[in-house]
C-alpha cells in the first residue's frame, strides 16, 4: 500500500463533497454549485497526479490500496490501476466538472439533491474503474445506476419515469447474471480477488457459460445491438449533462468489462464467441447508421451514431491484436469527448429554443458564429476526420481488424461513409440555410461559460488526434499483458487437446 493512499483518496473525495453538500442541505443554488465545481476540479487534479505517478512501463497493476473487508468471506476492498482503466478515470474527472458547468443554469429546482448525486455517481464512475475486488468491483457497477436512475428520473423530460425505470431494468438484469458468474468465481478461486482470478485457469466448457454471464451485463451497458433501445429514450429524457454521462463515461463500463474480465478470464470462450461479436458489430455500425438517418430529434440521432460507434469499440477488443485493442480504448476515449461535446451543442441551442427538433432550426450561422464553428469541428471529429481523435481510434480499429477479418473491415468502412452522411445532414439542416424560424431570430451566440465547457474538449480532441502518442503509451505495455495471456492461454488450451488425444490414440492401441 502507498504511504498516502491517492487512488482511494481520488475516488472518496467527490463523495466527502456531495457530504458537504449535505450538510449545507437548507442553503439552496449558489453554494452547492460551487461546492461541487471545485470538488469535481479537485478530483480532476488528484487524476492527473494518478497519471504522473503511474509507471506505463510496467504491466502490472499500481498505485494499490489493499487490506481485509470481510475476512470471514476473504472479500478486500482491493484497488489500483493498469493502462487499461487509468484512461476512463481520467476521462470521468474531466467530465463531470464540466456537466456541472453545463448545469450552472439550466437546473433550478433541487439544485443541491442534483449536485450530490454527480458526486455520487463520480465516486462510482471511478470506483468501478479502480475496483481489483469482484465484490468492490460490482458494489460500484451497480451503484452507478442509482445516481444516474434519479438524474434522469427527476430532472429529465416528460417522459422520464418511463426512461428511466426501462433503463434501470435493462441494465440490472444483465448485471444479476453477472453476479451469478462472480459467485461461481468467486467459490473456484477461493476469494474475491481480481488479480487472483486472472492467474486461475478456468474449464473451457465452463467458460462459455461465465462468458455469456459476464456478456450480459457488459453488451447492456456499452450497448450492443440488439441490446440498445433503452439508450435512445434514456437519451432523450435526460438533462443535457445526464446525456453527456451517459455517452462520455456509462457507455465505456461495458467496454472495460470486456476488456478486464472476459478477454483474460474466459480465453477459450472469448475466442468462440469472436466470430458472433464481429457480427453484432457489423450489424449495429451499419444498422443503426441507417436508423440515425431517419431520426428528426437530435439527441436521438446522436444516440444511434453511439451505438454506431460502440460497434467499432467491440470489433477492435476481439480482434485481441494490439492495433485492434488499443484503438478500441483510444476509440472510446476519443467517443468520451465528442460524443459529449454533441450533445453539449445540442443543450446550447435546446436551452435558447426548448426544442430538440432538427426542423425548428436553420440558418444558426447568422446568428451564433462561433457556435456553427464549435458544433462543425465535432461534427467532423465524429465522422473521423484525419487531426482529431476520431479519426486515430477508428484507423486502428480497422487496422487490426483488417489482419483478422477483412469481410468484417469491409462492413465497418461502409458505417464510417454512412456516419458521415447523418452527421453532415444534421450539421446542414441545423446550422446552414435561410434564418427564417422567429425563435431563432434574436438566439444569441456561445457565452464565456459555454466558451468555457467547450475549450478542454476541443483541445483533447485536437490533441489525442495530432500527436495521441502520450494515451498509446500509457496504455500499450497493460494491453500487451492481457493479449500475451489471452494467447498463452489459448495455445496451452490447444496443447492438452493434442496430449489428449495422443494419449487416447496410445490407449486405443
Excluded at 452547492?32 to 480532476?44: D, G, Y
Excluded at 494518478?50 to 499500481?62: A, C, D, H, I, V
Excluded at 500499450?476 to 496430449?499: F, G, P, R, W
Amino acid at each position: 500500500m502507498d504511504t498516502l493512499p491517492l487512488l482511494s483518496i481520488t475516488i472518496f473525495l467527490p463523495l466527502l463533497g456531495a457530504f458537504g453538500i449535505f450538510l449545507n442541505w437548507g442553503n439552496k443554488g449558489d453554494n452547492a454549485r460551487w461546492v461541487a465545481l471545485w470538488t469535481s476540479l479537485v478530483t480532476l487534479g488528484m487524476a492527473l497526479i494518478l497519471w504522473k505517478n503511474y509507471n506505463p512501463m510496467l504491466s502490472t497493476f499500481q498505485l494499490e490500496n489493499k487490506f481485509q473487508w470481510i475476512p470471514l468471506l476473504n472479500v478486500g476492498y482491493h484497488v489500483g490501476v493498469d493502462g487499461i482503466s487509468l484512461p476512463f478515470i481520467l476521462l470521468s474527472a474531466l467530465l463531470i466538472p464540466i456537466c456541472i458547468l453545463a448545469s450552472w443554469t439550466s437546473i433550478q429546482t433541487r439544485v443541491s439533491e442534483y449536485m450530490i448525486a454527480f458526486l455520487v455517481l463520480e465516486t462510482m464512475l471511478i470506483g468501478l474503474f479502480a475496483a481489483l475486488d469482484f465484490i468492490v468491483f460490482y458494489l460500484f457497477f451497480e451503484g452507478v445506476l442509482i445516481p444516474m436512475f434519479l438524474i434522469i428520473g427527476i430532472w429529465g423530460g416528460p417522459n422520464r419515469i418511463y426512461a428511466a425505470f426501462k433503463f434501470f431494468l435493462y441494465t440490472l438484469l444483465g448485471s444479476v447474471l453477472m453476479l451469478l458468474a462472480i459467485l461461481y468465481v468467486y467459490f473456484e478461486v477461493g476469494g474475491s480477488d481480481i488479480p487472483l482470478a486472472l492467474t486461475t485457469p478456468f474449464d473451457p466448457k465452463v467458460q462459455i457459460w461465465l462468458w455469456l454471464a459476464f456478456f450480459a451485463s457488459f453488451a447492456v451497458k456499452i450497448p450492443m445491438w440488439p441490446f440498445h433501445t433503452w439508450l435512445p429514450d434514456a437519451h432523450v429524457e435526460a438533462p443535457t449533462a445526464g446525456s453527456v454521462i451517459l455517452a462520455g463515461i456509462l457507455l465505456k463500463m461495458g467496454g472495460y468489462g470486456f476488456l478486464r474480465f472476459s478477454l483474460p478470464l474466459f480465453p477459450e470462450a472469448s475466442a468462440y464467441f469472436t466470430p458472433f461479436v464481429f457480427t453484432l458489430s457489423s450489424v449495429a455500425i451499419i444498422y443503426t447508421s441507417f436508423v440515425a438517418l431517419a431520426q428528426t430529434d437530435m439527441k436521438k440521432l446522436i444516440a444511434y451514431s453511439s451505438v454506431a460507434h460502440m460497434g467499432f469499440v467491440t470489433l477492435g477488443i476481439f480482434t485481441v491484436d494490439a492495433q485492434g485493442v488499443q484503438g478500441a480504448i483510444t476509440q472510446m476515449v476519443s467517443h468520451g469527448l465528442i460524443s459529449a461535446a454533441l450533445f453539449l451543442c445540442v443543450g446550447v441551442v435546446y436551452e435558447r429554443v426548448h426544442s430538440r427538433e432538427i426542423t425548428a432550426y436553420g440558418g444558426l450561422v447568422h446568428r451564433m458564429p462561433r457556435y456553427a464553428a464549435v458544433f462543425m469541428f465535432f461534427i467532423l471529429a465524429s465522422l473521423g476526420l484525419p487531426g482529431t481523435s476520431g479519426f486515430v481510434g477508428e484507423f486502428l480499429v480497422l487496422v487490426g481488424a483488417y489482419q483478422v477479418n477483412t469481410y468484417v473491415t469491409v462492413f465497418a468502412s461502409m458505417g464510417m461513409v454512412l456516419g458521415a452522411a447523418y452527421a453532415l445532414w444534421l450539421y446542414r439542416r441545423v446550422v446552414f440555410g435561410a434564418l427564417v424560424k422567429p425563435a431563432l431570430k434574436s438566439i444569441s451566440d456561445l457565452n464565456w461559460r459555454e466558451n468555457l465547457i467547450f475549450a478542454p474538449l476541443v483541445a483533447g480532441v485536437l490533441i489525442l488526434g495530432i500527436y495521441p502518442s502520450p494515451l498509446l503509451t500509457l496504455m500499450e505495455t497493460s494491453v500487451a499483458h492481457v493479449i500475451d495471456q489471452y494467447n498463452i492461454a489459448l495455445d496451452s488450451n490447444e496443447m492438452m487437446i493434442k496430449l489428449n488425444k495422443v494419449v487416447d490414440i496410445a490407449l486405443a492401441q
